[in-house]
C-alpha cells in the first residue's frame, strides 16, 4: 500500500515497504505534517510506525492510502519505495527517491540542474537517532542546559569535518546545510544527510551559527519550556561558547546570498527586513496573526 501525505511545500509518498524498513526515517519524513493532523507527539508517531502493524497507525494513514502506486515508479529502473516531489517555492525543483537494493536503503535526488550542487545517486541513509527531535526531547524535559550541550557538540563536530585549514573563521561551504534538522546521531557520532549545496559564498562560523539558530524550528516543542526570546538569543550562547564576533548583518547578507539562486524571487527569506523581524523576534502580532490564519485556511 502507498500512502501521499502533502503539504503546500511538498508531496510526500509512502509505501508499507518503507515504513517496515525503515520507521525512523518515515517518521523524519512525515512527521511535521502527522503531528498537526492526528494531534500525536513526534515520539507517538514514532512508536507507531516502529510497530507497523499498529491498528491506530492504519487509521491514521487511512485517509491517505492511495488506490494506485505514484506515476514516478514506472519512470524509475529501481525498487522505490518511497519519495519526495517539491511542489514549488524554489527555482530548482527536486524530487528525491529512495530505492531499496539487497536489503539496503538508498536515496537519490533529480532535479532540473545541477549548480552549485552536489549530485546525490544512491547514498546509502544514514541508520540512527535525528538529532532534531533528540534535542526537542531535552526542551521538553525542561533540560536546557543538556540541549545546549547536544547542540554546541553537533556544531563542534561540523567545524571539525568541514574546517579550512589556517583559517579558524571560515569553514567549507559544503556544510551550508549541516544544520539539525539534517544531522543524525550514528554509533560513530554526528553525521550528515541531505547535504547537497556548495554554494558560491564564503561560509563563516557565524554565518552558520545564525543559520543554525535562525532555523531551529518549535515543532516538537512543549512552547512553554521554550527559554529564548528569540532565535537571536541562542546564537549569542552559540558565539559566546565558540569566541566568534557578532555579525548578524553580514551573516544575513550571506544567507540572501545562498538563497538567491534558490528560491523563488517573491520569498519572505530573501527580504532583509523579514530575516531581521524572524531572527530578532520583532515581527509584529497582527501579521503574525494573519500568516497563521492563512496558514490555516490554504
Not at 515504513?19 to 493532523?37: F, G, K, M, R, V
Not at 514514532?46 to 494513514?61: D, E, Q, T, Y
Amino acid at each position: 500500500m502507498w500512502y501521499r501525505i502533502e503539504n503546500k511545500v511538498s508531496r510526500i509518498h509512502l509505501s508499507d515497504q518503507l515504513i517496515s524498513t525503515n520507521p525512523d526515517l518515515t517518521t523524519d519524513l512525515c512527521a511535521e505534517i502527522l503531528i498537526s493532523h492526528s494531534g500525536l507527539n513526534y515520539w507517538d508517531l514514532l512508536s507507531l510506525f516502529r510497530g507497523n502493524n499498529c491498528v491506530k497507525l492504519k487509521k491514521i494513514l487511512k485517509e491517505f492510502e492511495q488506490d494506485e502506486n505514484p506515476k514516478f515508479i514506472k519512470n524509475l529502473d529501481e525498487h522505490v519505495i518511497g519519495g519526495i516531489q517539491q511542489k514549488g517555492g524554489r527555482k530548482n525543483v527536486t524530487d528525491t527517491y529512495f530505492i531499496l537494493d539487497n536489503n539496503a536503503l538508498f536515496v537519490t535526488k533529480k532535479s532540473e540542474n545541477d549548480n552549485e550542487r552536489f549530485n546525490i545517486v544512491k547514498d546509502e541513509v544514514l541508520i540512527g537517532e535525528y538529532l532534531y527531535p533528540k534535542l526537542s526531547e531535552f526542551v521538553n524535559k525542561n533540560d536546557i542546559p543538556g540541549f545546549e550541550a547536544l547542540f554546541i557538540a553537533s556544531i563542534e563536530s561540523v567545524f571539525k569535518k568541514f574546517k579550512i585549514n589556517d583559517n579558524n573563521a571560515i569553514i567549507k561551504t559544503e556544510a551550508i546545510d549541516c544544520i539539525t534538522k539534517n544531522t543524525i546521531i550514528t554509533k560513530e557520532g554526528f553525521d550528515f544527510f541531505d547535504i547537497e549545496y556548495s554554494p558560491n559564498i564564503v561560509l563563516t562560523k557565524s554565518h552558520f551559527l545564525f543559520r543554525s539558530a535562525l532555523g531551529f524550528q518549535k515543532h516538537y516543542i512543549n512552547r512553554q519550556y521554550w527559554p529564548y526570546r528569540a532565535p537571536n538569543d541562542l546564537y549569542l550562547v552559540f558565539c559566546n561558547y565558540f569566541l566568534i564576533k557578532h555579525d548578524v548583518e553580514n551573516d544575513i547578507n550571506s544567507e540572501i546570498k545562498f538563497l538567491t539562486p534558490i528560491l523563488e524571487s517573491e520569498s519572505k527569506s530573501l527580504s532583509k527586513k523579514e530575516l531581521a523581524m524572524g531572527f530578532y523576534n520583532t515581527t509584529p502580532f497582527v501579521i503574525k496573526l494573519f500568516r497563521w490564519l492563512k496558514n490555516k485556511l490554504d
